[in-house]
DNA sequence: ATAATATATACTCAATTTGACTATATATAC
DNA sequence: GTATATATAGTCAAATTGAGTATATATTAT
């Protein structure tokens, strides 16, 4: 028996890195016009059926759809993940049709050209606060989000440790560090533990009062969690940051859209030797003009270091001290 | 407009390792019965199509189609891609209807208990064989994929560098070393260039009169690749080891499963300086017994490591010298 | 019983990589 | 000319890795 009323969607998680932060490609109207109020409609991904008859593969089927929502002309993309699960969108409560959202990952250089049709750049930060520890750690997290996951770990007597250590793992809570690549178990545990609007909105938990980070439309913040934590995960072993960069860049051009993208400072010095010494950048011979101090070398992708070098990336040198 | 006519399939990679070879389960019923005679009817993942009204979840539909072909309660999983090209499958030739295919991973472990219901284990290099390097090269790759591959560079001019590029950097062509994790990329190269016999079957390039390895139903050869390029990558920073070996267990055990999995022999003393001193196991006291040597000690999982370690992994200490 | 063989485990040592700095150079702003 | 901002070179100890050697404790063959 073949199944009854499946749609397929396709979602994309457009990312740049524009004056020092990452930003995601927002749209207001679209599928979800009908749902909402246009006043109050919730920010959304850009998002299309795939139509089966009309696309030849999914990601020429999301390709097609960003450009007439958006105008952008798409690069780099990759698949992020299928979410299938009941109730994720409200069009299926009407019938008992299902939508299963494909998510994708896109990165676009910074002032790529497209008519702005309804669509606007979020910082994601925006989204995930807790995620920026560039200017130390979040204020919010002792504020607001400890004392709560420490009310919903106690809530449940019997699944207490379980709880703890999840939330120990997530937001290093005891000894451990802070792991930038978490994105999505963070956003999963406060998901769970009704700190994030959408999950009081799914009545999973309403026990919780506060909520932390600006909504998304469905669970397309689960989406942005997701786009983010591959981001931060890949561009150590894959040459992805250069797909947000000009051409040519100087140094700290790249050190800053890797602090972005990450969330934490880095140690100059030894980001700079990381780079080089691995020759995954060479100098153009041009400099930099535009600086204020010394001007810096201009620098370009070296294309040969994915064939010479296994995990060609960036790596991520902390700085401990501010 | 609602697409029409779309079915979601969904596809188990369920790997183990016994006796010394990673190991997928295959059936031969089942959904594609109908599409050649018993005989020869070819090997196929466990396979069921997505019901919106049955499944909650898409990861609760797999297992519990798993669970009726194979007699096998899942453990481990996790979602590895989806795969939407037309044409994959031939169902959607009749009709105009189209077959996405959601790919997952399972682990399970040596001597699951399952009733044996047409399923049956192969080794995973009967499919990839130039994927097993622990005996020493390959001599298939020298003998021939290489001469075949470099007949497909030179077959189109125009694309020639951008072929030889590719090939250098899936198969370690010039003076790199071989990528074990590239797994995936070496078999999309050997699909393009006509040498898997699906893509004769899917009329991609007739070329090439050689292929090899052993075929699978559908798509299912790309998406074993898939499973176990993933495997190869994650191994290194999430303790995935453990879900294909018993409680416990001996170092040599856990070194030749992930020499197994990754395809390459491993420095045994390296390799079990960096288990040990990372911490991420932990002697159990007991002694193993039907050992032929020295008696070795008995290990197990030190689930404290995820909390201590960002990346709770085993790391591959490569064996040069045989 | 003893030798050969197989495996386990401890230990060494040089080379490389990393983390955390210091020092110096070359711009612009005031 | 001084303060300030940035770039870039270099240092040095600690930690990690790669490639071994050495020794211990079993079983199997003779």
Known sequence: MAALDINIGLNAVIMAVTEGAPRVLTVHKGILSEYAPAEDRPTALPFGPFEPNRHRTLELGLREWVEEQTGLSLGYVEQLYTFGDRNRDPRERADGS???????????????????????????????????????????????????????????????????????IAFATTDSRWDVERVLDRYELLYEA??????????????????????????????????????????KYRPLVFELLA????LLKLQNVVEALSGVGLHKQNFRRLVTNNRLVEQTGNMDTESRGRPAALFQFRRDAVRERSQPGVGLPVRQSP
Not at 115 to 126: G, I, P
Not at 208 to 225: I, K, T
Not at 247 to 250: A, L, R, Y
């Open 98 to 168: 299902r939508v299963v959202s494909i998510g994708y990952l896109a990165l676009v250089r910074e002032n790529s050209p497209f008519r702005t049709k309804d669509a606007e750049w979020v910082n994601c930060y925006d989204f995930l606060p807790w995620e920026d520890w560039r200017k130390g750690r979040p204020p919010l997290l002792d504020q607001f989000i400890f004392p709560a996951l420490d009310r919903w770990i106690v809530a449940e007597p019997e699944e207490q440790i379980q709880r703890a250590e999840r939330a120990s």
């Open 194 to 235: 009704g700190l994030v609007v959408e999950a009081k909105r799914d009545a999973v938990l309403k026990k919780n009062e506060v909520s932390v980070g600006r909504s998304f439309a469905l669970d397309h913040r689960r989406m942005l969690a997701t786009a983010l934590a591959r981001v931060r995960g890949k561009i």
């Open 247 to 250: 051409p040519t860049f100087t």
